[in-house]
């Protein structure tokens, strides 16, 4: 079994080896991915494949703490990380209350928050009183109804300036690693160069420290879209329809339970 990697170890794996992130929501799925990722977050994107909404926005607090201990029950060997949902960290005090709360009523070890230059007072009073964070620039889900879609980043000159003093920001405020989403590869990875913590890439090419992926993305679970940056490592819906399919059929032929099911 693999040991519990610690936040300095984490950092401490930029230029050395690639940082392997996934998301979990619940203890079943958070069991199987333990072994091979370094990480597991527990998205708000759970708002959307687990809840079926549209987009993350109305993920509460008490939804992603739920799921957050149902992720610890089964990844007890992993690093966590829970995202705060929208609204949740709309200044330092609520921030601080917000996570304090998540801290005491899971085992997380780590809280993220989207947003870069605007967030990096937030990001240090967190760091400062015990909480560490895992920043969240690029692309920034949370903001998709104000930006009116999901728009990718650092199509311009001004985006990849901005981008490149968002990172730095979050990593003075004290981050220990931060997500960059949906950001053109060539400026990601001057990002990357530009900041001592990692960088976990989601659509953001490959020259960064690490990479996350939505599960049920990865897995081919969830339907309703596939972003270009996903791949899908198994055809995941089409094996559980199959299977659940021969289910039904031998219900209905009374080929289910056979002599070795019963009592
Ligand atoms: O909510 C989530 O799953 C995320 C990933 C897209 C990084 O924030």
Redesign the pocket.
Known sequence: MNKKLTISAIKKQKGVKPVVVI?AYDALFAKLFEESADMI?V????NMSFAGKND?ISATLDQMIYHTNAVCSGAKNSLIIC?MPFGTYINKDEALRNSIEVFQKTSADAI?IEGGVDKAEIIQHLTSNGIAVCG?IGLL?QSVRSDGGYKVKGKTEAQKEQLIRDAKAVESAGAFCM?L?GTVAEVAKEIAKSVSIPIIG?GAGADVDGQ?L?FSDMLGLFEEFTPKFVKKYLDGASLVREAVASYADEIQKREFPKEEHTY
Do not use: A, N, Q, Y
């Not at 998205?43 to 759970?46: A, C, F, R, V």
């Open positions: 998301t977050l998205g708000d994107s759970l993350t995202d993220k969240h889900p997500v989403e989601i996350v939505v």
